[in-house]
């Protein structure tokens, strides 16, 4: 895929966050998932020659802010890219009794220290839930939170790449069978939508119609939402109450700056 570069000469970039920013449900052609990180950071290499671009994915499974302040954001210090996309806070907004604000001052405080060690940041607000059965009822937190990041965005000049207006992703082929992680689709929706946000001009519209298919019933819709509910809910759940997480003893796929 082509494009023209706008506004920026990015020549590395570092992308920190949890399952999201690692790819999860996005099979790559080494084992390891790829997703939209991989995919912009494929665009932004385009066609320069073998290194001429470097590219770093911190991103683990299931990493609250904290985690992610802890164990990523000092590395940024350490690499001092051209560009990072932070993408966080998730997590902890779905946990029961999270205060978007409070999650949103420790994402600040994350935030300035990017700024000062990257030449751009970009930040990427929550998606939007309306549709997704039991996580519906989590939209006004997302929306506060989503609030807070892009004042945050204002306030230190960073990109922002707003997942909850991007109309493709209401689409349920824009996810994966579990519905907590996005589909190859809908990942490349998500990294055309980054490259957009960066100034970056793509052939592909992140926004271009889904082919036309025809409609589930309220019998099969409900079908569905109870598989999906055993497969998936009830695990995911389970695991929180037992405080376990996705991504213990999981590390890094791509830990420090690679050439394309």
Not at 58 to 68: S, T
Not at 171 to 182: K, P, Y
Request: charged residues 25%; contains cysteine; negative net charge.
């Amino acid at each position: 895929m082509s494009y023209l570069q706008e506004t920026l000469d990015l020549n590395s970039y570092v992308a920190l966050g949890d399952s999201f920013t690692e790819g999860l449900n996005d099979p790559g052609a080494d084992g390891a998932f790829a997703g939209w990180a991989d995919r912009l950071a494929g665009l932004l290499a385009g066609d320069r020659p073998p290194g001429g671009f470097q590219y770093a994915n911190l991103a683990v499974r299931g990493r609250l802010l904290d985690q992610i302040m802890a164990e990523q954001v000092p590395e940024v210090r350490r690499i001092r890219p051209d560009l990072v996309t932070f993408c966080a806070g998730g997590n902890d907004i779905l946990r029961p009794g999270s205060d978007p604000d409070e999650v949103a001052e420790r994402f600040e405080a994350a935030v300035a220290q990017l700024v000062d060690a990257a030449g751009t940041v970009l930040i990427c607000t929550g998606f939007d839930t309306r549709g997704v059965p039991l996580f519906k009822h989590l939209r006004g937190k997302i929306a506060t939170y989503n609030n807070h990041m892009r004042a945050v965005a204002d306030r230190y000049d960073c990109k922002v790449a707003d997942l909850w207006s991007l109309r493709a992703v209401q689409d349920r082929r824009a996810w994966s069978e579990d519905r907590l992680h996005l589909s190859p689709e809908g990942h490349q929706r998500v990294a055309l939508l980054a490259a957009r946000s960066l100034g970056l001009r793509t052939e592909q519209d992140p926004e271009a119609p889904w082919p036309s298919t025809p409609a589930l019933s309220p019998a099969e819709q409900r079908r569905e939402n109870l598989q999906w509910a055993r497969e998936f809910l009830l695990p995911w759940v389970g695991r929180r109450l037992r405080g376990e997480s996705s991504g213990d003893n999981v590390e890094a796929k791509r830990p420090d700056l690679m050439p394309l």
